[in-house]
Each structure stands twice: as C-alpha cells, then as structure tokens.
C-alpha cells in the first residue's frame, strides 16, 4: 500500500505537536484534558505542579494549537482541541503502557 508522504508543512506541524508533548508535565496536562475540562487551579492540584508552571506549559500547549479555552464567568477551561489529539494521547500512553509492563502489543 502506498501513500503520498506529507507536504512540510504537515511534518512541521506534527514535529512541533511531539515536540509539546515530549515534556513529562504537559503529557500529564493532556493525559487529563483529554477527558475534560479544567481550570489552571484544578490542574494544578491534580498534578501537584504551581499555578504559573501550569499556566506556561497551558500557554504553549495552546499556541502549539492542542488545547482551546473557553470562558465560564471568571474562570478560563481548557481542554483537548479533538479527537485527533485525545487519541494521540491514549495511543502514546498505551503504548508506554506496553512498554513498561512487558505486555504484548496488538498489531
């Protein structure tokens, strides 16, 4: 089966979606954001990281284009921007899944 190999612009783009998530506190903040919404406050506590290290990691995932906000009063949500990044996610995590307990992969 052949496929046409992606333009640069789309390797870019995913380069620098690898790049955001090689870092281990913003794959945590995916993992969760992934799953819902939050606030800089409730990741923070649910990661156990400080607010202004959360709010730099969001502020790139962001500009990086993984995650959108919206506002609810006071309060700014963020969460995953589609399906594509949420499975990214869960596929990345369930392959260090496999890796880490010696389990067999599926092909």
Known sequence: MSQEQPDRARVEAAVNAFRMLS??????????????????????RALAVARPSVSQHLAK????????????????????????????IAEALSHADHEVSGTPRHD
Not at 23 to 44: K, Q
Not at 68 to 85: C, E, P, Q, S
């Open 23 to 44: 870092d281990a506190t913003r794959l945590r903040l995916m993992w969760l954001l992934a799953s819902g919404e939050y606030d800089v406050s409730s990741l923070s």
């Open 61 to 88: 995932l962001r500009m990086a284009g993984l995650v959108r906000t919206r506002r609810d009063g006071r309060r700014v949500l963020y969460r995953a921007v589609d399906a594509h990044v949420r499975t990214l």
